[in-house]
């Protein structure tokens, strides 16, 4: 097992990637187990999510409780959302013990925008407003929707907060479909904005998910926690062979 280095500042960051992101409980689950905790979180879409209940004092079992708590497809409806996270988060980012920030895009100029003060539910569900599917959210005279139109993997926001050790926790369906079409990082269907996030991320945490698991029960939600887990084991295994 690897000893945290002390007293480095630590930082996570948790991909969007829908359901997949549920894989996002077992990284924490496996990085706790290790002695890693975070100092700093953000989160985009459904890593907004995840992100925002570790941020509010959350342990893994906590957060499998509450993705159990409802079917991920209703929370694609923007006021559900809202109503989830008001029951089972903090009004506000001030209220959260660790210090968090959710990604947005800005539309129609698809700028980066990343919330950190104020209302928490809102800003979450701009996170999570995934185009044609979810209407803009309105905030600070801002439309904003889903933030992994322009940072899916927000390690180089973690790292321009200060953090010294960046873990990324990268569950987007098309970098897992390009690794396994066997696309080195360069190839042209990779954004910029990816490249870049891997280049900032110093444990790149990349959980394998089966299409089976995209199912909404607590079946699936148990695979994905366990695929998390494994895929901290692997990436701690590429580490030490570096």
Known sequence: ??????????????SGGGVRGLAHIGVIKA???????????????????????????MDWQALSEMAAAVFWPKLLHGKTLERFCERHLPATFEMLRTPFAAVTTEFPMRR??????????SALSASCALRIVRRPVWREGLRLKDGGYTCVLP???????GTEIVFGSDVWELSALLRKLGCHLQYPLFPAHYREAVRQTDWLVQPQIALSNYWPNRTSLHHLIAAGEVAVRQAEVAKRAV
């Open 1 to 14: 097992m690897v000893t945290p280095p002390k007293p480095h500042r630590v930082g996570f960051a948790f």
């Open 31 to 57: 990085l706790s187990e290790r002695g890693w905790h975070a100092d700093y979180i953000v989160g985009t879409s459904i890593g907004s999510l995840i992100g925002a209940g570790l941020a509010a004092g």
């Open 112 to 121: 980066t925008v990343v919330l950190q003060q104020g209302h928490l539910a």
């Open 155 to 161: 390690t180089k926001i973690c790292r321009a907060s």
